[in-house]
């Protein structure tokens, strides 16, 4: 009986290995095949200057958006909480804008280091700016925060060659290629890159005590976050920015990398500091910022964050 036992044991344990096994074998597959279609668009503009490359990924982006049904109606659904009335072409429209930003902005972010060099690129200007120097010549810490609007990497880029390198709080991808080329183009653009979680928690403390200056999107819906308005919907949003800015004492500086002309340049705007209160005050102020940014070139922010999930 307990050879049986063993048996059937040991049985079990094979099969669960192998199911382990097939399963990871069929994740691994799945992340290749949707990472194809945006190798072979990377690829498929090698040898051209960095703007047509940047616009190549940005018509193939819009067109996925606009006509793969999925992409769709996950734009959409989220576009009509804010804009109920807002006509089907004029979402279409508005759908094909975002797309050719998103891609705009996710091969930029690839070649980060390559970005950052382009010369005459950012218009750079506002009183946050100030603030952050003098902060930087105090040897204080500073918490920069923003959301997935314009181009937010120029944001960094503008305080690195002021000789202001300012890490980021970045949330991991499942896919292991698009995670690999993401999370190398965001290092390229300043370091510490530390992931959302609590090792990540601690070593942002210790980087923006010891003087570090950090950049945190404030946009996606945080599920342990208070409901705070956004775009005139209540909307799960993290406190954790402010609250570090509080127990700290560090300036917490919104700043904002629009698109301009062609769509190749940025006005990087760095507003006043947010003055302190209590958390949750000073997450309403970000957020009323945001929201009128995004009001005024709603084609410029990342539709797709489900930002209004649990609410």
């Known amino acids: 009986m307990e050879k049986h036992i063993k048996f059937f044991t040991w049985l079990r344990d094979e099969l669960r290995s192998y199911d382990d096994m097939v399963s990871r074998l069929i994740s691994s597959l799945w992340q290749h095949l949707r990472y194809i279609p945006l190798l072979s668009a990377l690829s498929f503009s090698r040898g051209r200057t960095f703007d047509s490359r940047s616009r190549a990924l940005g018509a193939m982006v819009s067109r996925v958006l606009m006509y793969f049904p999925i992409a769709w109606r996950r734009f959409d659904r989220e576009l009509l909480i804010v804009f109920p009335d807002m006509p089907r072409g004029e979402r279409m429209k508005l759908c094909g804008?975002?797309?050719?930003?998103?891609?705009?902005?996710l091969f930029e972010i690839y070649h980060c280091a390559e970005f950052q060099a382009l010369p005459n690129r950012n218009n750079v200007f506002g009183p946050g700016l100030e603030a952050l120097e003098s902060a930087r010549q105090a040897g204080r810490g500073a918490i920069i925060v923003s959301g997935h609007f314009g181009q937010w990497e120029a944001v960094r880029a503008a305080l690195k060659t002021r000789g202001m390198e300012t890490g980021a709080v970045y949330r991991p991808q499942k896919n292991r290629h698009y995670e690999r080329r993401l999370f190398a183009g965001i290092q390229a653009g300043g370091k510490p890159i530390l992931a959302t979680g609590h090792i990540g928690t601690r070593a942002l403390v210790r980087h923006i005590r010891d003087g570090g200056f950090i950049s945190i999107l404030l946009d996606e819906h945080a599920i342990d976050g208070v409901?705070?308005?956004?775009?005139g919907r209540p909307a799960l949003t993290s406190l954790a920015a402010a609250q570090l800015a509080l127990k700290y004492n560090l300036p917490l500086v919104p700043a904002f990398g629009t698109r301009?002309?062609?769509g190749s340049t940025f006005d990087v705007e760095f507003e006043a500091p947010i003055e302190h209160t209590d958390s949750q005050t000073m997450t309403g102020i970000f957020n009323d910022t945001l929201s009128a940014r995004i009001l005024r070139d709603p084609d410029q922010w990342y539709w797709m964050l489900r930002r209004w999930?649990?609410?």
């Open 97 to 105: 804008g975002v797309g050719r930003n998103m891609g705009r902005t």
């Open 227 to 231: 409901r705070i308005p956004f775009l």
């Open 260 to 262: 301009v002309g062609d």
């Open 309 to 311: 999930r649990g609410t």
